[in-house]
């Protein structure tokens, strides 16, 4: 990047971005939006979406967190959660690079991404409707194909908004803010489950589909946040910008780090699968109610070591590097796809036990969400950053698919171990194709 100073921008609490020309993958000139080295990193941009992240992951994740026992309720097998995520991860994988590429076309995304959060937000909310679980499917197809509208946009602007030697504390930030939301929202959903116990009696379903529609309040709230707390600075648009020929202009060591990233996705199951496991590890002592409780209180668990270590692995990967923290990251999901394996072969349902795993859980998606993102940044260049992130997302989005797919199968064919193991075995190929990448 180019050493420069600029001029405060008020409205967004900025240094004025520097305009770099770059040669795009159309040999057209582009601009490139950066701060200058040294600019503060913690502007309003990266609270702002902090914020927006805290509220869109209360909503959906205090949803999350109460969905197996939900789908319960309506008699889905095991292969239907595993389905609907993967199907609903397909869809927003897809959506994302296409996300990408017209933000990049259009030069700005703002609008989009407010948008993409309203659309999420609505969409968790209408699985209170829900009378089977192919209309649970439905809301989550809707609501991840927001999610995908949105997130390779917002990862460029939040790119945009720090200068190149702090990116690993910006995204390592806006993921401890997404996920103190993913702990507020299941705390909310276990003491809203013990308020609505008396509601059961009516139907079981019906605790779980009030704190659906509950859910809209934040989901809601996070697209007014991003619409009044984040500011773009727009690019010259590139309505000429061709779409296969940008995704083949993208560096050769991007795209060998996207075979890594993709391998180890395919057996990166949704951790809805855990709240699965640890529901129906407990349940045998417990009873259902109680074992979704203590399920939805180890994930939340597993989301304060997602909190707590977002920003300093972060940090860590601007001060030392990125790769070797990714591979170590994805091995620790190796490891705990293998400890679930080993609970369902003995059987194991020890609480400690479960916590460790969950707890390991939290801090692998830790390094695996703030250290792709950053690394993408890296590797991929300014001229098409929104379609580099759309790469990204897809190629996660179809190893979600073949990962929750292909555990639930196995899940329901063989055996839960069998699911797990699985994992463990495409998870260590992932790791070992990544910290291959030079």
């Not at 940008?246 to 699968?273: C, E, K, N, Q, S």
């Amino acid at each position: 990047m180019n050493a420069g100073t600029g001029d405060t921008d008020a409205q967004a609490g900025l240094a004025a971005p520097l305009d770099r020309p770059t040669e795009t993958t159309a040999g057209e000139a582009s601009v490139e939006i950066v701060p200058a080295p040294g600019e503060r990193w913690l502007n309003r941009n990266v609270v702002g979406m902090g914020v927006t992240s805290f509220l869109s992951d209360a909503g959906h994740e205090a949803a999350t967190a109460v969905l197996p026992a939900f789908l319960g309720t309506l008699g889905a097998p095991p292969i239907a959660l595993g389905t609907i995520e993967g199907v609903a991860d397909a869809a927003s994988s897809f959506v994302k690079l296409g996300a990408g590429w017209i933000s990049d076309r259009l030069g700005h995304r703002k609008s989009i991404t407010v948008a993409g959060y309203a659309v999420t937000g609505v969409a968790i909310a209408s699985f209170g409707l829900a009378l089977s679980w192919p209309m649970v499917l439905l809301g989550r197809l809707f609501g991840w194909l927001g999610r995908g509208i949105r997130g390779p946009l917002r990862d460029a602007m939040l790119a945009e908004s720090v200068p190149a030697e702090a990116r690993g504390k910006a995204f390592g930030f806006h993921r401890a803010g997404d996920t103190l939301g993913a702990i507020f929202g299941p705390l909310l959903a276990v003491g809203l489950l013990a308020l609505l116990q008396p509601a059961a009696a009516a139907h079981p379903s019906t605790p779980f589909r009030i704190i659906f529609a509950i859910t809209l309040i934040p989901g809601l709230g996070a697209a007014l946040a991003f619409g009044l707390m984040v500011s773009e600075r727009r690019r010259p648009p590139q309505p000429q910008l061709p779409f296969w020929a940008t995704l083949r202009a993208l560096p050769g060591a991007y795209r060998r780090f996207l075979v890594g990233v993709g391998v180890f996705g395919a057996g990166d199951y949704a951790h809805t699968l855990l709240i699965l496991a640890a529901t129906q590890l407990l349940t045998p002592a417990l009873g259902l109610v109680r074992a979704a409780q203590v399920a939805a209180l180890l994930y939340v668990g597993h989301n304060v070591l997602y909190a707590g270590a977002s920003y300093p692995i972060g940090a860590l990967s601007d001060r030392f590097g990125r790769r070797g923290l990714l591979a170590a990251g994805y091995l620790l999901g190796a490891i705990v796809s293998a400890g679930f394996a080993i609970a369902f072969a003995l059987p194991l349902a020890n609480i400690g036990y479960l916590l460790l795993l969950f707890a390991l859980a939290g801090i692998y998606i830790a390094t695996e969400d703030a250290l792709e993102g950053a690394l993408t940044a890296d590797l991929a260049g300014a001229a098409a950053r929104g379609t580099a992130y759309g790469v990204m997302g897809t190629v996660n989005g179809i190893g979600d698919l073949a990962a929750s797919v292909v555990v639930g199968l196995l899940w329901t064919v063989v055996s839960p171990a069998a699911g797990f193991v699985y994992a463990t075995i495409a998870m260590l190929i992932g790791t070992v194709l990544v910290y291959r990448v030079r």
